[in-house]
């Protein structure tokens, strides 16, 4: 039996300055010490973005997807949306909903910085179970490999992005849960916070977390199972191209320059991918060969494979 969608059991928890929104997902657990799973979305997402991976799950498996501050049923905070605050946020959230089990964390593109963020506020016992890192941001990504290149940005503009990168005809959801995604991507509400996140928040919070020199107490999660999904960076950025030339965009420059960004994305993702793989003496790295960035739209199978081998390798330690 599925689990139910994400918009079927909200709780909102009181944090102490305003309400977030969580919803549970399957049977409570037998013991406290049984690990659970957290979703983490990435920068202008909401819980929405995980609907399959969810259905995909266990159904004897306990987990969470919430809704950051702004989102859907969540109230907007006091505080601006850093990945520093974001990541206090969640451990309010975790306190005071309160979730005890172990935590089995799953983010996805900025959630990579969010969940540095929240090790380096909480630590990783003995809430932490393992990680798996969906595509996500590691701290060096910016001098690597701009997801925000300007003359890219030129290239695509204009495009629907979910049509132009092929999600809107590859993804998993069901038409009910994409119809639920697509409608709560257009909300005001969502278009705002997601603008503060991504235009105000997103790139300097690289430098804020390389900052803290996390990097040098690795492995930072000791022994625990981290599992590290990669993308097809240059499906994405190949695909807005031959859109954007299709619609005239750019100069003969400005083409060869992003010819260039996609013929190097996918060497460079997976420098960085690497880079994970250095928070555990138990880590693995996968690629997603048949997706862009947002492997949980397309290939949510691979995520819910992460969160298996994370509790295989609990079972096995």
Known sequence: MSSPTPSSNPTLVNIGT????????????????????????????????????????????RSYTYDRSGYRNSELSPLAPTAENIALELSLLINKAPISNPLIIV???????????????????????????????????????????????????GLEPYSSKGIEAEHKLTQEEWDAFRSDQATEKTTLIGFKEDSEQYAPSFETLRKKELGKRQPLVGDKPVYVIGSTRSRDWGRLYKAGVEKGNGTEEQRSHVRE??????????????????????????????????????????????????LDGLQTS
């Open 18 to 61: 305003h309400s977030l929104a969580l919803y549970t997902h399957g049977p409570e657990p037998s013991s406290s010490k049984d690990p659970v799973v957290l979703f983490v979305s990435g920068v202008a997402s909401s819980s929405l973005v995980w609907a399959a991976v969810v259905r995909l799950l266990s159904p004897s498996l």
């Open 107 to 157: 983010g996805h593109s900025w959630a990579g910085v969010i969940i540095h963020e929240f090790i380096a506020l909480t630590g990783t016992e003995p809430h932490i179970a393992g990680l798996v890192l969906v595509d996500a941001n590691h701290e060096t990504a910016p001098q690597v490999l701009n997801v925000n290149d300007p003359i890219l940005q030129v290239i695509s503009e």
């Open 261 to 310: 960004l996609i013929r190097t994305a996918d060497e460079k993702s997976e420098g960085l991918m690497k880079q994970f793989l250095k928070l555990s003496t138990k880590s693995k790295l996968v690629f997603a060969l048949e997706s862009g960035h947002f492997i949980q739209l397309t290939q949510p199978d691979i995520v819910v494979d992460g969160v298996r081998w994370v």
